[in-house]
């Protein structure tokens, strides 16, 4: 599982905290130079729950008398660590054994020409 650099802050708050939360804590939790509007958090909750990082639990009152949908991490991070550790050793096999009279290169989106 790829997260981006953004879902990943969200999951380190989950993983900080160690108890589920719902939107509201997730958006006071964050770091100051953090702020994201409440559109952009509900859909990295929807893109982390596709992706199976996170897991809807329940719901809670919120402070407005609104029901509030409450996440927790499904992916602890040890293991989304060691996936991405994986990942790396797999493509470095592959580029080894695709590339080994050539040396290793891993191809980035500038070196695409057309």
Do not use: H
């Amino acid at each position: 599982m790829r997260l981006t650099e953004s879902e990943l802050q969200i999951m380190e708050l989950f993983w900080t905290t160690e108890k589920p939360l719902a939107g509201p804590d997730i958006l006071t939790l964050s770091p100051a130079d953090k702020l994201w509007k409440d559109n952009s958090l509900y859909i990295m909750i929807q893109t982390l729950l596709r992706k199976g990082a996170i897991e809807e639990t329940g719901a809670v009152k919120g402070e407005k008398g609104k029901y509030l949908r409450v996440f927790r991490p499904t992916l602890s991070r040890e293991d989304y660590c060691t996936q991405q550790l994986q990942r790396t050793l797999d493509r470095k096999r592959a580029c080894a054994f695709f590339n080994a009279d050539k040396g290793c290169r891993f191809v980035g989106r500038n070196d695409w020409r057309t």
